[in-house]
């Protein structure tokens, strides 16, 4: 009789043994196998993962003026869940003026019930400030505001192509995030790296007014807004650069105008212009021709500004010396079927005077002198046909064609810039390798890049890409150019009172798309640099098709004056030092100076 | 008396005591706990306003730093010189006062030029 309690007693111990092992097994599984599973799943519940979003970071001038920066701006959002019962209409009403949107149209949206709908974007931060007081005020809840910010570019169309501006990426749309705005075009594109900056995020609970309960806050990661990108441009000489082209527009109305200055020593760009230009801040006004970089992305036949190239070849292979005498043939030379003219009938120049003259068949002797390679390898090692890395988007090489695709003539055609096609910065990158003494520098647009509080987080140095020329010769070549700039020479009008400029004009016609030449549709041209002694900087000015006269449409009657009204007030800028003229080295422009012939 | 004596509850007061003051420690801690709750999101709340204050303070500065710049960009000064709401004062020669380059610290060996001057018998 005693067994049968105790059998029963252990079935009952065992059933409920068995219980809570299982009970015990369970909690362990869900408490510790499954705990990230179920935690994410009530923060899901209750908390929302919240962004913060990152500045993006401002572009400035070499001396910390600022090019394109932010300007905050509110997003105004609804939350229809949390808007209070019976408050809708008085929330609606004081809503409906900031908004643009009609009491009853906001009635419809709050009705919905959804918990994200965008109200108005783009709202000014002192509206967004007096409508939290007022809905504070007013105990209305259910509206938030989401940071969001204006790019904006104080100066308008100053340096608009070297800037660039923002847009929405191509891919925009196909993937699942929210697309950003980024860098389409210049700097603002090829610094998107550096400028963008990154989110930053954190998880958070919310009580049931929508009130974020702080002390509930998880996986808190700061936002790290977008460095600084400081330029090599200086505004005060982009300005003078502005102005001239303004002024240039006006008088000759060109299709294209394009102005470079550069300091040669470091290959640094200290101003960039072109025309026609874009004003970034409204971008749906312009057109697609306003925003090329022409100084980048045209190609252009350089004309007789190549000539430098020729002549530094020869002086540099000791093919000839700066004293060796070229015969001209008195303006006519017949090669390969064809013939080559001088603006002027020479016979014997110099090879100094075949600069100065811008003689046409002394720098095809000269080029004949040197052979095809040895012509074709200086060309290349100026650094033409290859990019010149500077950091903008699109450039281009040019067209420089290696010697077995020569024809018969080219050897006389190429040293005065024809069959070749150069990019505007290429041209003033070549000038700078004469006024450093030899060598090619990579143009520099880009300083440095700092973080918010100034800390250099990047520099970028000057680059040697490589010695062209040697320091002689460049002297050599510079003391030709100096010659250019004065009365014997095609540029006087180059010439700024109280300091040796160095240059060569350029007067090329404009390549027909459809092939061979456009009559009556030049591109002129000047490039120089001063003081000659201590270059400080490198000038290009290039008018595409400028509106002047016949007689009249040349580098050095057109760009020649600009480069001087640049350089002069470039001087200033410099605080270059005049130096007393001697006197038989004055020059008195009159009116009566007859025009230069072609160059 | 035995009876009676036999029938008397006895107080435990050690006991008692253990408890009260039992009582108290977990009723303290139980206060602290909730004190420190309330503390916590008080705080939380105070943290957030001053968020709220510094990202309101910050945009205000962005913005107007924004405007100040738009304001003294090269453009808008040129069109306020040509309206003639500012205007530029040419600086006479004699007025401008140029400054000597400050004289650079040597260290070490470094020779340095000095004047004799005075120095000769």
Same mark, same amino acid.
């Given at each position: ?10 079935? &009952? ?66 939350? &229809? ?16 003026? %900031? ?70 990426? @191509? ?21 998107? #790296? ?12 919310? #009580? ?11 996986? @808190? ?12 441009? #200086? ?6 650069? @502005? ?17 470079? !200055?550069?300091?040669? +020593? ?42 430098? %190239? ?66 074709? @390898? ?108 004065? +009365? ?25 798309? +459809? ?24 000038? !290009?000015?290039?008018? #595409?098709?400028? +509106? ?52 | ?92 020669? $004699? ?17 340095? $030029? ?8």
């Amino acid at each position: 009789m005693k067994s049968v309690p105790k059998v029963r007693i252990w079935i &009952a111990s065992s059933f409920f043994l068995i219980c809570f092992f299982f009970a015990s097994w369970r909690l362990v599984h869900l408490q510790i196998t499954k705990h990230e599973h179920f935690a994410g799943l009530a923060a899901n519940m209750h908390g929302s993962p919240q962004t913060l979003p990152a500045r993006r970071g401002a572009i400035l001038d070499v001396r910390g003026e600022p090019l394109a920066m932010n300007e905050p701006l509110k997003n105004i959002i609804a939350d &229809a869940s949390l808007i209070k019962a019976g408050s809708e209409v008085r929330l609606a009403a004081m809503l409906s003026p %900031v908004v643009g949107l009609s009491v009853q149209q906001l009635l419809e949206k709050f009705a919905t019930g959804k918990k994200y709908i965008p109200l108005c974007k783009k709202v000014d931060e002192a509206t967004a400030c007096e409508l939290q007081v007022a809905l504070a005020s007013g105990t209305l809840r259910g509206i938030t505001f989401e940071q969001d910010a204006r790019r904006i570019y104080p100066n308008g169309n100053m340096l608009c192509h070297v800037l660039g501006f923002l847009g929405m990426p @191509e891919a925009a749309g196909k993937s699942d995030t929210p697309p950003h705005v980024q860098g389409v075009q210049g700097i603002e594109k090829t610094m998107e #790296d550096y400028l963008r900056g990154y989110d930053g995020f954190f998880f958070t609970e919310r #009580d049931r007014k929508g009130q974020e309960i702080v002390a509930y806050r998880q996986m @808190e990661k700061p936002a790290r807004d977008g460095y600084n990108v400081r330029l090599t441009v #200086d505004m005060a000489l982009q300005s003078i650069v @502005e102005s001239e082209l303004d002024a240039a527009v006006k008088q000759y109305n060109p299709t294209a105008a394009i102005i470079i !200055l550069m300091d040669p +020593k470091t290959g640094s760009i200290l101003a960039m212009g072109n025309r026609p230009s874009f004003d970034p801040n409204a971008l749906l006004e312009a057109k697609d021709e306003q925003m090329k970089n022409r100084a980048i992305i045209d190609m252009v036949e350089p004309g007789s500004t190549f000539k430098i %190239v020729t002549a530094a070849a020869a002086l540099n292979e000791k093919t000839a010396t700066l004293d060796s005498t070229v015969f001209c043939n008195n303006g006519s030379f017949a090669y390969g079927g064809r013939t080559l003219r001088d603006h002027h009938g020479f016979g014997n120049l110099t090879v100094e005077d075949v600069l100065a003259k811008s003689s046409n068949i002394g720098s095809a002797k000269l080029a004949m002198g040197l052979g095809d390679l040895r012509l074709y @390898e200086y060309v290349r090692r100026f650094g033409f046909g290859e990019r010149t890395g500077v950091f903008l988007p699109g450039e281009i090489n040019g067209t420089v064609h290696p010697p077995h695709k020569w024809s018969k003539i080219s050897i006389t055609r190429i040293p005065m810039g024809h069959e070749v096609a150069v990019t505007p910065l290429q041209i003033a990158t070549a000038m700078c390798v004469i006024a450093n003494g030899g060598k090619l520098m990579m143009p520099r647009i880009i300083d440095s890049v700092t973080d918010a509080e100034g800390n250099v987080v990047q520099q970028f140095d000057p680059i040697e890409i490589r010695r062209v020329i040697e320091p002689e010769t460049a002297a050599q070549i510079a003391q030709a150019l100096k010659k250019v700039v004065s +009365k014997q020479g095609t540029a006087i009008l180059a010439k700024v009172p109280g300091f040796d400029v160095a240059g060569k004009t350029g007067t090329a016609q404009k390549v027909d798309p +459809k092939g061979g030449y456009t009559p009556g549709k030049y591109v002129v041209s000047f490039l120089g640099y001063m003081p000659v002694e201590n270059p400080r900087f490198v000038g !290009l000015v290039m008018l #595409d098709d400028a +509106k002047a006269s016949s007689g009249l449409n040349y580098g050095g009657l057109i760009a020649a004056p600009i480069f001087r009204q640049i350089a002069e007030k470039a001087a200033r800028h410099f605080n270059l030092e005049p130096q007393p003229e001697e006197p038989d080295s004055k020059t008195i422009l009159t009116k009566s100076d007859p025009p230069k012939k072609r160059r | 008396m035995s009876n009676r004596r036999r029938h008397t509850n006895s107080v435990p007061a050690s006991k008692l005591v253990i408890l009260f003051f039992a009582a108290i420690v977990i009723g303290s801690v139980a206060l602290s706990y909730v004190y420190y709750k309330h503390q916590t999101f008080r705080t939380g709340g105070e943290i957030k306003q001053l968020e709220r204050e510094i990202a309101a303070l910050k945009n205000q500065s962005e913005v107007m730093y924004s405007r100040i710049t738009s304001m003294t960009s090269h453009p808008e000064l040129e069109r306020k010189r040509r309206d003639g709401i500012i205007q530029l004062e040419e600086l006479a020669m $004699v007025n401008i006062v140029k400054l000597n380059n400050a004289t650079p610290v040597l260290e070490g060996d470094d020779i340095r $030029v000095v004047s004799n001057l005075g120095m000769n018998p």
